[in-house]
Every structure is written in C-alpha cells, then in structure tokens.
C-alpha cells in the first residue's frame, strides 16, 4: 500500500492530543482506503476527480483530518469542497462507511446533512469553517491552502459539477493545466 505518512507532533499540540484523541488518530490512520482490489477508493477517487493518485491521497489525509476534527469538536465542523468531495465518496462505500469507518475506526457515527440554503445556512457554514479551520490549526499546524482555501474563497461559488463527458467538452484552465504539468 503506497500511503502518505502522517505524522503528528503530539508534544507541540499538548494538552490538546490527550490519550483518549491519540488512540482516536491511530484507528483513523490505520484505515485502508487502497486494499488490493482492481479499483480501489483511492484509485477511483482519482479517476473521477480527474486527480493523480498522489492528488487523491492527500485529499484522503485531509478528509482523515476532518473526520478527526469532526469527532474532537465540540460543534459542528464544516469541510472543504475537496475533502467534501472525498467524503462523498467514501458514503457510497456504505458498508465500509458505516461499519468500519464510523463504527470501527471513529467509533461514533458521522453523518452527512446538505445544506437547507439560504442565508442564515450560508453565514452558518462559513463560520463553521472558519472554526474548522483554526480546529486544524490546533491540531495539525495550518492547513493547506490547496486543500482548505481561505473562508471567503471557499464560499466564493462551488468548484465541483457532475458533468456528462459525452454532452461536454471540458478544458482545463490554463494555469491549473500548467500546475499540474510542472508543479507550480
């Protein structure tokens, strides 16, 4: 299994990562999103995203994160799009969802409600990811911009669209076609 490592600075978060939230992140570490299959979460997460694998695995941290920070907060957290989108994913692996993700490794449930829209929703849910962004701060350092744009950007309109590729022809965006060629 190719995974990234995560580490975690436990002594530089004190007394945040108490033992009880430490036992918490290693369950949620050692779940496997890329068993031996054909294709698996990850590869399948890639695929329809248009990722690179690499791409979806740190999506999948950043959703470990979240789920983490779900768990540990005392108020509602609020994810960004791409770890919304990984979370979405991993729901229609139901068993795998809901048995040993949630029953397992987070050992509580976690649900997914949409948003009722409207205004008070939207002020509602920028201000839980402003929290959720200082949760993470808290207790993973900042998080990656890439990953958890900034409050006013991640509501600034949704990134994400299911598109019928054979109705659709779809080009990237210069700059982000460029990025992803040369890592800039």
Not at 91 to 117: F, K, M, N
Not at 132 to 154: M, N
Not at 160 to 166: E, I
């Amino acid at each position: 299994m190719q995974r990234a490592q995560v580490k975690v600075d436990v002594q530089a978060h004190e007394p945040d990562w108490t033992p009880a939230r430490q036992e918490l992140w290693q369950r949620i570490v050692a779940h496997d999103f890329e068993p031996d299959t054909p294709l698996n979460f990850t590869q399948r997460l890639a695929r329809d995203h248009g990722w690179s694998l690499d791409e979806a695995r740190v999506a999948i941290e950043a959703y470990r994160r979240f789920c983490f920070l779900a768990m540990v907060s005392p108020t509602p957290v609020t994810p960004s799009e791409a770890v919304d989108e990984v979370w979405h994913q991993h729901l229609i692996y139901s068993r795998d969802y809901w048995t040993v993700w949630c029953g397992e490794r987070l050992q509580a449930p976690l649900h997914h409600d949409p948003t009722p829209g409207g205004a008070e929703a939207q002020m509602t849910y920028r201000r839980q990811y402003a929290e959720t962004l200082a949760l993470h701060e808290r207790f993973f350092g900042p998080p990656s911009p890439d990953l958890w744009p900034a409050t006013h950007l991640r509501f600034a309109g949704p990134r994400y669209h299911v598109t019928d590729r054979n109705i659709w022809l779809i080009l990237p965006r210069p700059r982000a076609w460029l990025r992803r060629l040369f890592g800039r």
